[in-house]
Every structure is written in structure tokens, then in C-alpha cells.
């Protein structure tokens, strides 16, 4: 292969584990993306992870044509972009809805994962009032997704992408903490979402390994991803 080849292969930094990673690869699989997947450690992060995202130092970061881009979310709108006729959309075309996309994504960004990491990661009259503000952006959420099989119709979209973690998280924080958060008697819609999502051909063998999910739930130096 020569230099050239080398440069135009589009590269993956991340952690299997991390959710920003994972929405990353689940959007370039819904493209059609072939790409080279570098693993990080992020106890001893790589010359090349420092190099091309010299600002947060963090993952993901895709590398196309040579070029780095950091940042879940910038990266989803950039391969939605770059590959737009490749596979099926991303964002949709319309102004309006790719407005109430980015509103619903930092939906669960701003207003939901704060209460439902908090819930899992206090005790007593804290962890009650958290749980109580969590189910109070569920209900919010449930009303959005309204009998849909995913929150961009029939196909997964942004917004799925974003709250992705959340078909997988929660379970884990409810085995862990003994209450259920989401039921199907309150939150039938999200239960089918969480269901339709973690089968989708797109994610079902792209999900994190869960005892390494676990592990990373319990380590001070890792906990600070909400959901």
C-alpha cells in the first residue's frame, strides 16, 4: 500500500466501552463505512490520540483523509455528510426537523443523563429525588417517542444514535441498584425502543462487552460519562 492509500483510509480512535464510541461505529455501519478501528488506552494515551486531538485529549476521533475530527456528535453530522448518499440518512433533510433532532439529542444530554447518573450514584433522600426527576425526563421522552419504532421513524436517525446507551445502561443500573426505572406498564414505547434498538442489524454486534462496562461503572477515573 502507498503513502497515499494510507492516508485516504479512514481511522477510528476510541474504547469499545465508551458510549461516544459506539454511536460513532453504529453510525458509520448505518453508512456502510469501512474503516480501521484503533483501541486506545486511555491510562496511557497514544502519540497519535494527542496529535490529533490535542484540546480534550479524549475519544472518539475519526481521521478522514488525513484530517481528525473529535466529538460524538460533530463526528454523526460529519459522516452524515460526508457518505450522505451512502446507506440511509442520518439527520433528516428537512430545516425544521434536523432543528428538533439537535434539540431531542441535547435532550438527553442536558436533561436526562444528569438525573439518571445521579440516581445510580447516591444514596437515600438524594437518590430518591433523582429518580424522581429521572422518571419526570423519561415521561418527556416516552410523549416524544409516542408508539414509534425508533425516534426517526421506521430507520435508526440521530437521535437514537445519541440516547443509544440508554437501551443498555439502564438495565445494568437497575440489576445493580434493585429498582426497576423503566417499565412496560409506564414507558411502553421507550421499552420497545430499547428492545427494537439493541436487535437492529445496525447495533446488535456492536454493543459493549459488559463485564468491561461494569468494570468502567465502578472506576472513579472513568465515571465521569453519564448515560
Avoid at 497515499?4 to 456502510?32: C, H, N, T
Avoid at 430499547?194 to 445496525?202: A, D, E, I, K, R
Avoid at 446488535?204 to 465521569?224: I, M, N, S
Wanted: aromatic share 12%; net charge negative; proline share 7%.
Amino acid at each position: 500500500m502507498n503513502h497515499q492509500d494510507e492516508k485516504d483510509k479512514v481511522k477510528l480512535f476510541g474504547i469499545r466501552s465508551s458510549p461516544y464510541v459506539l454511536k460513532v461505529i453504529w453510525a458509520l455501519r448505518i453508512k456502510g463505512v469501512k474503516y480501521d478501528y484503533i483501541e486506545e488506552d486511555l491510562g496511557n494515551k497514544s502519540d497519535l490520540l494527542l496529535e490529533y486531538n490535542p484540546v480534550h485529549k479524549k475519544v472518539p476521533v475519526l481521521v478522514y483523509q488525513g484530517k481528525p475530527i473529535a466529538e460524538s456528535e460533530v463526528i454523526l453530522e460529519f459522516i452524515d455528510e460526508a457518505w450522505k448518499h451512502c446507506g440511509d440518512p442520518i439527520l433528516p433533510e428537512d430545516p425544521y426537523e434536523r432543528a428538533m433532532t439537535r434539540f431531542w439529542a441535547r435532550f438527553g444530554s442536558d436533561k436526562l443523563s444528569p438525573p439518571i447518573w445521579k440516581w445510580f450514584t447516591t444514596q437515600g433522600q438524594e437518590q430518591e429525588d433523582a429518580y424522581a426527576a429521572a422518571i419526570e425526563q423519561l415521561l418527556v421522552l416516552e410523549k416524544e417517542l409516542c408508539g414509534k419504532r425508533f425516534f426517526a421513524g421506521e430507520k435508526i436517525g440521530f437521535v437514537d444514535l445519541s440516547l443509544g446507551s440508554l437501551a443498555y445502561v439502564i438495565p445494568i443500573y437497575e440489576e445493580i441498584t434493585g429498582v426497576k426505572m423503566i417499565t412496560e406498564e409506564t414507558f411502553p414505547s421507550l421499552t420497545a425502543w430499547m428492545g427494537n434498538f439493541q436487535s437492529s442489524p445496525v447495533v446488535k454486534d456492536h454493543l459493549p462487552p459488559l463485564d468491561k462496562l461494569q468494570l468502567r461503572l465502578f472506576t472513579p477515573a472513568e465515571a465521569a460519562w453519564p448515560v
